[in-house]
């Protein structure tokens, strides 16, 4: 079932207003368009997607290839990549810390059971950049909370899609600056991640990798100029430290870094 008018709202510019009801019911469950333009979250819902998408695979209310709706979009955007968002309203209702580490863990346990369920594999990751559009998108919708928990379960699944650079040319620490609400904890957890999966050369090349949408600055560069050069230092000194068992070759990434052109140093 989809709920369908025949025509689109037209606002009061004369611009056409994205209907509810233009959408499957499995699409709404995760949010919500309440608060045009904002998006909101449904975590009274989300936990209802599994058996929603099981139930519509069980009686074959989608082609195979929908997987039971998830794979439905909206405005270019899946189930599987709306269950990366964290809520847009925190400028409507001054949401705290606490509300978006709700989020972070209710969305986290329905991302858990579909992968259950076969539902979520894991070449959805970088098929569907889930975690290019948590790292970019994350902070830009709830501003200053970075998604630690569906980070850590992405990056855990898929290590290799840390390095991965986007369709839109910009690796994850480039994307997590692109936020306005990036914070010096998401540099921790992104760099942290980076020296754990791979501490001989990408991990250290991702401080120095130049993306789209950057003017060309590194995210080290960006970073410091945010947070100040002592404090991003001291962020990835203690990474290091806390690595220092791991096979860390810090001269030969650099000296890698030194011949490849996306990489300033």
């Known amino acids: 079932m989809c709920w369908d008018d025949d025509e689109d709202e037209i606002d009061e510019e004369g611009g056409i207003v994205h209907l509810v009801e233009d959408l499957y019911p499995i699409q709404l469950l995760g949010f919500t368009y309440r608060n045009r333009p904002e998006v909101q979250c449904n975590w009274k819902t989300v936990s209802f997607i599994p058996l929603v998408a099981r139930l519509s695979k069980e ?58 369920m076969d539902l979520l594999k894991k070449e959805d990751i970088q098929r569907y950049e889930l975690l290019d559009r948590l790292c970019g998108h994350s902070c830009y919708f709830a501003e200053s909370y970075f998604a630690e928990k569906r980070f850590q379960f992405l990056v855990e699944w898929d290590p290799s899609a840390l390095t991965r650079i986007s369709d839109r040319g910009w690796p994850h620490l480039n994307s997590a600056i692109y936020p306005f609400g ?28 130049q993306g789209i949408g950057t003017n060309g600055k590194t995210p080290f560069q960006i970073f410091c100029e945010d947070f100040g050069y002592e404090q991003v230092m001291k962020v990835i000194e203690e990474t290091l430290i ?22 300033h140093l």
């Open 59 to 116: 009686f074959g209310l989608f082609e195979v290839e929908a997987r039971g709706g998830l794979l439905c979009e909206d405005n270019g955007r899946n189930v599987l990549q709306n269950l990366i968002f964290s809520d847009g309203s925190e400028r409507l209702y001054n949401y705290d810390d606490k509300h978006y580490e709700s989020i972070d863990g209710k969305y986290l346990q329905v991302l858990i059971q579909l992968r259950q």
């Open 242 to 263: 806390r690595y220092s068992d791991t096979p860390i070759n810090i001269v030969d990434a650099l000296i890698t870094a030194a011949i490849d052109e996306n990489v």
């Open 182 to 209: 990036a914070t010096i904890r998401t540099f921790q957890l992104i760099f942290d991640a980076g020296i754990k999966y791979f501490p001989k050369q990408k991990g250290i090349h991702m401080l120095f990798r």
